[in-house]
T-cell receptor, first 110, second 113 residues
Framework: SQQGEEDPQALSIQEGENATMNCSYK?????LQWYRQNSGRGLVHLIL?????REKHSGRLRVTLDTSKKSSSLLITASRAADTASYFC??????????FGKGTMLLVSP | DADVTQTPRNRITKTGKRIMLECSQT?????MYWYRQDPGLGLRLIYY???????NKGEISDGYSVSRQAQAKFSLSLESAIPNQTALYFC????????????FGPGTRLTVL
């Protein structure tokens, strides 16, 4: 069963704007990861945040984690057309493997 | 060259046929995974292997089998394909510990008629 649920399912913005995607999950986690998938291609790892971390940055990406609310957000600043993709959160609990959400489809228009 | 490769990239087959999807990796990772992706859904785990002698069922293993021929090779078989196995299949590897970054192959698009 899927642990993470992304919101919104789809997001359409203009180049230069910020994009925010959210992920909610049900059980306690060891870490939460975000992946990007360009249309029909393999997933690419973006960032991993551990349960004892609250915020993490990587280039134009900012991820926050609120374990009390069982939620995470991914912020992409100054979006570019090349950021158009689906974004998935994935959680790790205990000794289990990754469990993926259904993803958010981001469209960035020039 | 890509670190994780999958063959074939596209395959159309008929109901009842046996089909094998292959995955090879040059990352030297022990952990390998097979997922399927259906439109509008996330990835669901089919099988995974932590080393050559270790095979584990995932969430949706029914109708599938796997073989870990070597550290670098992990194959997925559909013994008797059915139309609802039409999906995008991904192989992934993982490094030193479960729950760390996974590296994905480009995917195999399988259509079962």
């Amino acid at each position: 069963s899927q642990q993470g649920e992304e919101d919104p399912q789809a997001l359409s913005i203009q180049e230069g704007e910020n994009a925010t995607m959210n992920c909610s999950y049900k059980t306690s986690i060891n870490n939460l990861q975000w992946y990007r998938q360009n249309s029909g291609r393999g997933l690419v790892h973006l960032i991993l945040i551990r349960s004892n971390e609250r915020e993490k940055h990587s280039g134009r990406l900012r991820v926050t984690l609120d374990t009390s609310k069982k939620s995470s957000s991914l912020l992409i600043t100054a979006s570019r057309a090349a950021d158009t993709a689906s974004y998935f959160c994935a959680t790790v609990s205990g000794y289990s493997t990754l469990t993926f959400g259904k993803g958010t489809m981001l469209l960035v228009s020039p | 060259d890509a670190d994780v490769t999958q063959t074939p990239r596209n395959r159309i087959t008929k109901t009842g046929k046996r089909i094998m999807l292959e995955c090879s990796q040059t990352k030297g990772h022990d952990r390998m995974y097979w997922y399927r992706q259906d439109p509008g859904l996330g990835l669901r785990l089919i099988y995974y292997s932590f080393d050559v002698k270790d095979i584990n069922k995932g969430e949706i293993s029914d109708g599938y089998s796997v073989s870990r021929q070597a550290q670098a090779k992990f194959s997925l078989s559909l013994e008797s394909a059915i139309p609802n196995q039409t999906a995008l299949y991904f192989c992934a590897t993982e490094g030193w510990s479960t729950g760390t970054e996974q590296f994905f192959g480009p995917g195999t698009r399988l259509t079962v008629l």
